[in-house]
C-alpha cells in the first residue's frame, strides 16, 4: 500500500529573521576539484530562494560520497558552494565543518539572506548512526528545520531524523513535497491504465518494487539484466547472461501471482546479444530463445521495443525505474533510448524513479520532457515499497 504523507511544507513556516537547518542532497560528482554534474543543486534552488527571499538565514547541510567518518578532502563540499554561487548568483559562504564552535561563530554572525553550506555531513561518523548528541549539536545551529533531501530519506540519519526531535517547526521543501506527490499520486491515486516499467540489473533490488506494483498496476514490463533470471526459471537458456540465482524462487513465485492476476506482465521476447560485456564485442539480433551458448543479453531487441511502445502508448500514467539495457555503452543504448522517447512522447503522466533512469532520461535530451524526475534512488524504490521514509515521516503533520 503507497503511503500518502500529509506534510507541512516550507510555505507553512514561518522564516523572516530565523536560521533555517535545510538538509539538502548535494552528493553531485566532484572531477578535479569541480562539479561534474550540478542536477541536484539546480533540484535544491526553489526552496533555497524561497528561503533566502522571505528573509531566512539559509544552513544548508548535505553529504558527499562516502567517507565513512574520516575527513576527505576529495570529498569536500567547498566545490558545491563554489558552484551554488554561481548559480543562486549571490555569495554562499562555506564552513569547514558541520558542528563545533567555529561553525556556530560563523552562523550566528550572519544576517538575514544570507546563505551558507556546512562541510560534508559525513565526515563525522555520528551522522550515519543517528547518534543523539551530535542530532542536538546541528540542532544548535538553527531555529527551524526543512528537509529538502528526498535521495537520503530513507535513511534514518542525525541530519534527516534525529534533528528533527531538537527543532521546531520540521518542514518538508518543494523537492520532497514534489516527490512526495508525483510517486504518491501515480501510484496511489493513477490515471488509468497504469504502466511500470523496471529495468536494472538484479531482482533481489526490486524484488518489494515488483511485489508492491502487481497488486496496483494494469502491465508491468520487466527488462534490464533482471529479466533474465525470469526467462531462465521458465527452463529459456540465457547463456552468460546476468542470473539472479539467489531471487530464482521469487521471480517463480511472480510469474504464477501475474498468471492468476489480471496484470499483464511483459518479458523481452527477443534481445541484442554479445560475446563480452564490452561496446566493442560482436553484436546479433536473437530471439529470446536462441541466446547462444557463451553471449550475453546486453539490450531488447527490436520487436521488445515495439511491444513496449504498444503498453507506452496507451498508458495514462506510466512510472519507470532502471534501464532496459546497458546504456553506458553505445551499441546496448537503443532500447533505453527508445523507452525514453517513447514515455517522453507520452500524453499521460510520466515520474521517473532511480539515479540511472534520471541519468539515461539526461543523457537522452528528454528530461524535461517527462512529468517528473525522481532525485531519490533507494528512496524512491522504497517508496513505491510501500516502506515507511523515516526522514519524511519525522517531519511535523499539517
Known amino acids: ?32 576539484g569541480q562539479v561534474a554534474n550540478d542536477r541536484r543543486i539546480k533540484a535544491s534552488v526553489p526552496t533555497i530562494e524561497y528561503l533566502y527571499q522571505r528573509g531566512g538565514i539559509v544552513i544548508l547541510a548535505s553529504h558527499l560520497g562516502r567517507p565513512k567518518g574520516e575527513r576527505k578532502p576529495e570529498m569536500s563540499l567547498r566545490p558545491v558552494a563554489a558552484r551554488l554561487t554561481e548559480i543562486l548568483g549571490r555569495p554562499v559562504h562555506f564552513a569547514e565543518d558541520c558542528i563545533g564552535e567555529a561553525t556556530e561563530q560563523q552562523v550566528a554572525a550572519l544576517k538575514p539572506r544570507e546563505i551558507i553550506l556546512l562541510e560534508n555531513l559525513r565526515f563525522h561518523k ?18 527551524v528545520y526543512v528537509n529538502d533531501a528526498f535521495g537520503t530519506a530513507h535513511r534514518a540519519h542525525a541530519s534527516t531524523e534525529g534533528i528533527t526531535h531538537h527543532l521546531s517547526p ?9 516527490e512526495l506527490k508525483y510517486l504518491g499520486n ?23 518494487v515488483i511485489t508492491q506494483l502487481m497488486k496496483q498496476v494494469d502491465t508491468l ?3 534490464g539484466g533482471m529479466a533474465y533470471t525470469f526467462l531462465k526459471v521458465q527452463g529459456i537458456g540465457i547463456g552468460d547472461s546476468l542470473f539472479d540465482s539467489e531471487s530464482a524462487e ?31 564485442a560482436n553484436r546479433e539480433v536473437v530471439d529470446i530463445d536462441k541466446i547462444p551458448v557463451g553471449w550475453m543479453g546486453m539490450d531488447i531487441g527490436p520487436r521488445t521495443i515495439e511491444r513496449i511502445k504498444e503498453e507506452v502508448a496507451q498508458a495514462r500514467t506510466i512510472v519507470w525505474n532502471g534501464p532496459v539495457g546497458v546504456f553506458e555503452m553505445d551499441n546496448f543504448a537503443i532500447g533505453t533510448r527508445a523507452v525514453a522517447d517513447a514515455v517522453a512522447a507520452s500524453k499521460g503522466v510520466t515520474v521517473l524513479g532511480g539515479g540511472e533512469t534520471a541519468q539515461a532520461a539526461e543523457d ?35
Open 126 to 143: 555520528e551522522e550515519e548512526k543517528n547518534d543523539p548528541e551530535f542530532s542536538k549539536k546541528l540542532a544548535r545551529l538553527a531555529d
Open 250 to 280: 521469487t521471480a517463480r513465485k511472480i510469474l504464477a501471482d501475474a498468471e492468476q492476476s489480471k496484470v499483464k506482465l511483459v518479458l523481452p521476447v527477443d534481445c541484442v546479444v554479445a560475446d563480452k560485456f564490452d561496446n566493442a
Open 221 to 223: 514490463v520487466i527488462g
Open 186 to 208: 501515480a501510484l496511489a491515486q493513477p490515471e488509468r491504465p497504469l504502466l511500470a516499467i523496471l529495468g536494472g540489473a538484479k531482482v533481489g533490488s526490486k524484488i518489494g
Open 1 to 32: 500500500m503507497t503511503i500518502l504523507y500529509n506534510k507541512k511544507s516550507v510555505e507553512d513556516l514561518e522564516v523572516n529573521g530565523k536560521r533555517v537547518f535545510v538538509r539538502c542532497d548535494l552528493n553531485v560528482p566532484i572531477e578535479n
Open 170 to 178: 520540521c518542514a518538508a521543501g518543494f523537492l520532497i513535497d514534489k
Open 364 to 398: 537522452f535530451g528528454v528530461d524535461g520532457r517527462m512529468t517528473h524526475v525522481s532525485t531519490g534512488g533507494g528512496a524512491s524504490l522504497e517508496f513505491m515499497e510501500g516502506r515507511v521514509l523515516p526522514g519524511i515521516a519525522a517531519l511535523d503533520d499539517k
